[in-house]
């Protein structure tokens, strides 16, 4: 029993650590676009107090195929596996894109950890490099009876401020999407944080962040707002109303955007308002930009499943980045 209080004291403590920091989650999965996710938690996590966890999630039971794989050998250190799993490959990539953007150094010590999963011979392997800062980058290999769930079981073992997912192989509409929702909308209509959508786009700049006036939408523009700042990216403040009556009053809207902004010594590149259906205007006028900033639309999870919002239907729609900030 005392073994028992001792391990749950000791993990409140480190999810405490952790609650004080910027945590971001990494999805991998092989495709280019999942690594433009790390390039952007690689700009934005240069922090001393931000940690980012790249992970790859691998179906329980998978089957192994490696001829003979030395599992003791295994978990002792991802990185020295030399094998041609799937898996590693990736995680390997990613280390590599890190190294790449400076950070990581070879002073930085390595501690491996190895857990017994889902009754399957791999489990959870963990590659953790240490700062003396205190900030960290995590390599995990984690094994779940499926991807949605175990990107959401990494949450629960957070907590993360910003999740990143590559592009989506399909979006499903409002009603479709209880039965036949991808990985990607899955995780992005049930994390509890914010997720980052990303997509090709190496030829645009800049962030357009949504606003509607609502005390959340100003929130998590001033939010956005911080990251675009410090990737030194221009900032463009956006506004839909369905009808030119409504025209005036998005216009202060994003006036008052604006000038939040700037008294947070943050400056605005434009101010733009456009009239239409707000889903086909903002993928619109995000079109030339990196970042499409929506707000959450604040309902419950299952909620966010059932009816969908703007923000999901712009998630799905555009052809650039999609930052949804809850």
């Known amino acids: 029993m005392r073994f028992d209080l001792s391990a749950q004291e000791e993990a409140e403590e480190l999810r405490t650590w952790r609650s004080k920091r910027f945590r971001i989650l990494v999805c991998v999965d092989g495709s280019e676009e999942s690594y433009v996710g790390l390039r952007f938690a690689a700009e934005i ?170 005390e959340q939408s100003f929130e998590a523009a001033r939010r956005a707002a911080v990251l675009a700042h410090y990737c030194d990216s221009p900032i463009t403040l956006f506004s839909v109303t369905p009808d030119h009556e409504g025209q005036p009053q998005a216009e202060e809207v994003v006036a008052r955007a604006k000038a939040m902004l700037e008294d947070l010594d943050i400056p605005v590149a434009g101010t733009v308002v456009g009239v239409g259906d707000p889903v086909e205007q903002i993928v619109e006028a995000g079109a030339g930009h990196g970042v499409i900033v929506v707000s959450d639309s604040g309902k419950s999870r299952l909620k966010r499943f059932l009816a969908g919002s703007v923000a999901f239907g712009v998630m799905g729609r555009a052809k650039t980045s999609v930052l949804n900030v809850r």
Not at 52 to 64: E, F, N, S, T
Not at 91 to 118: C, P, R
Not at 162 to 175: K, V
Not at 191 to 214: K, M
């Open 45 to 214: 996590g240069r922090s001393e107090e931000c940690d980012i966890i790249l992970a790859y999630v691998r179906p329980a039971d998978q089957g192994l195929r490696t001829g003979g794989l030395q599992l003791r050998v295994a978990r002792e250190n991802m990185l020295d596996w030399g094998l041609e799993l799937p898996s590693v490959k990736y995680l390997k990539q990613g280390f590599e894109i890190l190294m790449e953007a400076g950070h990581m150094a070879e002073e930085w010590d390595a501690v491996h950890t190895h857990t017994d999963v889902w009754g399957d011979p791999l489990g959870d392997n963990k590659t953790e490099y240490r700062h003396e800062s205190g900030k960290s980058i995590v390599l995990k290999l984690k094994t779940a009876p499926d991807v949605v769930s175990g990107i959401l079981d990494q949450y629960e073992l957070g907590p993360y401020n910003l999740m990143t997912l590559g592009e989506p192989s399909r979006w499903q509409g409002e009603i479709h999407s209880f039965w036949d929702a991808g990985v990607v909308q899955k995780v992005a209509m049930l994390s509890p944080c914010s997720v980052l959508v990303a997509r090709n786009g190496a030829e645009r700049t800049g962030f357009l962040i949504c606003t509607d006036g609502s």
